[in-house]
């Protein structure tokens, strides 16, 4: 039978380890860079709403990376380019620079939306120009999956 004494710990346990979930996740928010918290995080569907109002805007949204295609700008400098998912929808994300991310990334891009651009006789819709794309996973290993 279980003694009153032996309960005590387990209960103070199971209150820490409840603890430790929901500090976490606010921990590894507050280590996201001071550049994100400044601009303010937008969610991608705000953005599509109302793609007007960010029209050449800088943003800050977060989302997994798909469909990742590598390319070179008319300079001939290397470039990329992918699909910004989250569950309430899609960007495309453009930068310059050696690729530093993978399909099924977790990422945080800060860059200027454009609602739509003319490339040649193609216009593109709904595109962050990246200015800086940063991993979840390298901004603290230890705390974020």
Not at 20 to 38: E, M, Y
Not at 75 to 98: C, D, M, N, R, W
Request: glycine share 6%; charged share 20%; net charge neutral.
């Amino acid at each position: 039978m279980a003694r009153l004494s032996d309960i005590q710990p387990l209960r103070q346990h199971h209150r820490t380890a409840r603890f430790l979930t929901l500090l976490l996740p606010l921990l590894a928010f507050s280590l996201i860079p001071l550049s994100v918290h400044a601009s303010g995080l937008q969610e991608i569907t705000e953005i599509l709403s109302h793609p007007e109002q960010y029209d050449r805007q800088e943003v800050v949204v977060t989302g997994q990376v798909t469909n990742v295609q590598l390319a070179t700008n008319r300079e001939g400098q290397p470039a990329y380019g992918f699909l910004l998912k989250s569950q309430a929808g899609t960007l495309k994300v453009i930068s310059l620079g050696q690729i530093e991310v993978r399909d099924g990334d977790q990422v945080i891009v800060d860059g200027i939306f454009s609602h739509h651009r003319q490339s040649g006789r193609t216009i593109i819709y709904n595109e962050i120009k990246a200015l800086s794309i940063k991993p979840m996973s390298r901004l603290n290993p230890d705390l974020v999956g």
